[in-house]
C-alpha cells in the first residue's frame, strides 16, 4: 500500500490489490479485503518484476555445466529482483525436440516462471520440421551461433535457411554475432605467438569482429525479409550496424547485457589467472566506451563457472568456459548504471528491464506490467538503500562475482512472483517445482503491421516478395 507504481509508460501512488496470483485493482486507497497481508509500500517503488531475455541454466558447455541449475539460479534472481527468465535450450546432438525435453527436465526445480529460446546447431528437413513443432509448444525464438567454430557455429547459408524458416512460423531468429572463422585463425596465431592467458581471449575476438558478422546477419535478415534479434551486444561496432538498419527501417533489436553496462576489459589482463578468467565471455567485455547505448532492453547472458571450471584454461584461454554470472545483479547493476547515473529514468528502467522484454517475446500485459490482469510479479525498490555486490552477499552456486565489491545505490527489498512473497527482509522463500512454463506465442509485435523492409534492397525484396515459394520465372519466347 501506498507506494509510487511505476509502469515504462506512467509513475503514480497507488495501492496494488493480489489475488491467486493475479493483480486484481491498482488505484488509490483500496480497502484491503478481510484476510490480506498487507505491505507498507511508502517511499518504495512499486515495479513489475524482472524479465532476464538470456540465461544458461544447467547448460552442458565447453566441456562441463554451468553451476547454476534451475533452482539456484531462480533462487538469486528472485532475490534480485527478476521474476521471469528465457533461457536457452540447446539441442542433443543437434535435436530440438531432445533438446526441448530435455530443458523441461532440468526445469522442474524451476521457482519462478520461465521460457526457452532454442539454439539451432545444423540445418536439415528435420529440424527445419520441428521448428514448426517446436513453436507450437510456446518457443517463438531460434538462436544461430557466428561463432564457437565447430561446435555450435552454422554458415551462412545455414543461417539464411534458419532465418527464411523463422520467417514462415513467425518466430523470432536470434544471432550470436562473432565471426567464428576469424576468432578461430586470431586464437591460434595469438598462442602460437605465446600469449595462452585470459588476455588472449579479448585479444582474439577484436570489435571488428563482432561488427562484421553483426553487419553481415542484419543484411541476410533483410534479404530474407525477418526482424532479427542480436544477443550480446559488446561493441560500437555492432552497435553501430544496429543503430544503421533501424534507421532505414529494418527491425533489429540489440541486446545489451549487465556486464557490458558496468565492466572493463581491463579485467582479462589481472595477474590473477582467477580474477582475469572469471570475466571471460563472448562477445568479450570490452573498454567503457563500447558500453552499449542501445538501452530498449537489458539481458545477462548469465552463464557460470565456478574458479575450479575456469581453471580447465589455465594454459590455454581457448580452454576456459565462456561466461559471467548477471542474473541476480542485472536490476541493481541497471539502476545504477542508467537511473542513479542519471541517464534514464525510473520509467525508462522498467521498460529495460521488463516491460521491453515481454514485447519483444510477446508476453506483454501479461508481463512487464503492474495493471489489473497481469500476473502479480511486483518487486519493491527503495532507492534510498545502498549495498555491495559479491560473493558475500549472492545467492548463486558462484565462487566468483564479476561485480565483487560494487557498490550500488537502490536495493530490491521485495519480490513478489505470482503473488507468493519469495524475498522480503532479506529472506528467500522458495520451493523447487514451484515454477512454470510460459509458453511463449509465435507472430510477435516485431512481425505484425507493415512489411519488414530490406537493408537497401526494397527492389530485390519486392521481386522476392514470394519467398519461400521463390519468385516466377519470367515467360521467354522458345523457352
Ligand atoms: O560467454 C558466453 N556468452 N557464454 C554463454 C554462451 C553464449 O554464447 O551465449
Ligand atoms: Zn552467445
Ligand atoms: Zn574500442
Ligand atoms: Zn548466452
Redesign the pocket.
Known amino acids: 500500500m501506498g507506494g509510487t507504481v511505476v509502469n515504462h509508460d506512467q509513475q503514480f501512488i497507488a495501492d496494488v490489490l493480489i489475488r491467486d496470483g493475479l493483480i486484481v485493482e491498482v488505484s488509490p486507497e483500496i480497502k484491503a479485503p478481510e484476510g490480506t497481508r498487507v505491505l507498507d509500500a511508502t517511499g518504495l517503488l512499486v515495479m513489475p518484476g524482472g524479465i532476464d531475455p538470456h540465461t544458461h541454466l544447467d547448460m552442458p558447455f565447453m566441456g562441463t555445466v554451468t553451476a547454476d541449475d534451475f533452482y539456484s539460479g531462480q533462487a538469486a534472481a528472485l532475490a534480485g529482483g527478476t521474476t521471469m527468465h528465457i533461457d536457452f535450450a540447446l539441442p542433443v546432438d543437434h535435436d530440438i525436440r531432445e533438446g526441448l525435453r530435455a530443458w523441461k527436465e532440468k526445469a522442474a526445480r524451476s521457482c519462478m516462471d520461465y521460457g526457452f529460446h532454442m539454439a539451432i546447431t545444423k540445418w536439415d528437413a528435420e529440424v527445419s520440421e520441428a521448428m514448426e513443432e517446436l513453436v507450437r509448444e510456446g518457443i517463438n525464438s531460434f538462436k544461430f551461433f557466428m561463432a564457437y567454430k565447430g561446435v555450435l557455429q552454422v554458415s551462412d547459408s545455414e543461417l539464411a535457411s534458419g532465418l527464411q524458416r523463422c520467417k514462415e512460423l513467425g518466430a523470432l531468429p536470434m544471432v550470436h554475432a562473432e565471426n567464428g572463422d576469424m576468432v578461430a585463425w586470431l586464437q591460434e596465431r595469438l598462442v602460437s605467438g605465446g600469449i595462452t592467458g585470459p588476455e588472449g581471449h579479448a585479444l582474439s575476438r577484436p ?1 571488428a569482429l563482432e561488427g562484421e558478422a553483426t553487419g553481415r546477419a542484419i543484411r541476410l535478415a533483410g534479404v530474407v525479409g525477418v526482424p532479427l534479434y542480436v544477443v550480446h551486444v559488446m561493441s ?1 561496432d555492432a552497435m553501430e550496424e544496429i543503430a544503421r538498419a533501424r534507421q532505414s527501417g529494418q527491425r533489429v533489436v540489440g541486446e545489451p547485457v549487465a556486464s557490458g553496462l558496468a565492466l572493463d576489459e581491463g579485467a582479462l589482463w589481472d595477474a590473477n589467472f582467477t580474477r582475469a578468467a572469471a570475466f571471460v565471455m563472448s562477445p568479450p567485455i ?2 567503457p ?2 558500453a552499449p547505448a542501445l538501452r530498449k532492453l537489458v539481458a545477462t547472458d548469465h552463464a557460470v563457472f565456478n574458479s575450479s571450471q575456469k581453471a580447465a584454461g589455465r594454459h590455454d584461454f581457448r580452454k576456459i568456459p565462456n561466461g559471467v554470472n548477471g542474473i541476480e545483479e542485472r536490476m541493481h547493476v541497471t539502476w545504477q548504471e542508467m537511473v542513479v547515473s542519471g541517464l534514464a529514468t525510473p520509467s525508462d528502467f522498467v521498460r529495460m528491464t521488463s516491460t521491453a522484454a515481454a514485447q519483444v517475446f510477446n508476453v506483454y500485459p501479461r508481463k512487464g506490467r503492474v495493471a489489473a490482469g497481469s500476473d502479480a510479479d511486483v518487486i519493491l525498490l527503495d532507492p534510498r538503500v545502498s549495498h555491495t555486490l559479491g560473493v558475500g552477499s549472492h545467492h548463486s552456486r558462484m565462487d566468483t562475482n564479476v561485480y565483487e565489491g560494487k557498490v550500488v545505490q537502490g536495493k530490491v527489498v521485495t519480490t513478489i512472483s505470482r503473488g507468493r512473497l519469495v524475498w522480503h527482509e532479506g529472506r528467500l522463500r522458495v520451493e523447487p517445482g514451484s515454477g512454470r512454463f510460459v509458453p511463449l506465442p509465435s507472430h510477435g509485435p516485431l512481425f505484425q503491421a507493415s512489411a519488414v523492409r530490406g537493408h537497401g534492397m526494397e527492389e530485390q525484396s519486392r521481386r522476392a516478395a514470394t519467398f519461400p515459394y521463390g519468385p516466377t520465372p519470367v515467360p521467354r519466347e522458345g523457352s
Open positions: 570489435a560500437i570490452r573498454a566506451h563500447h
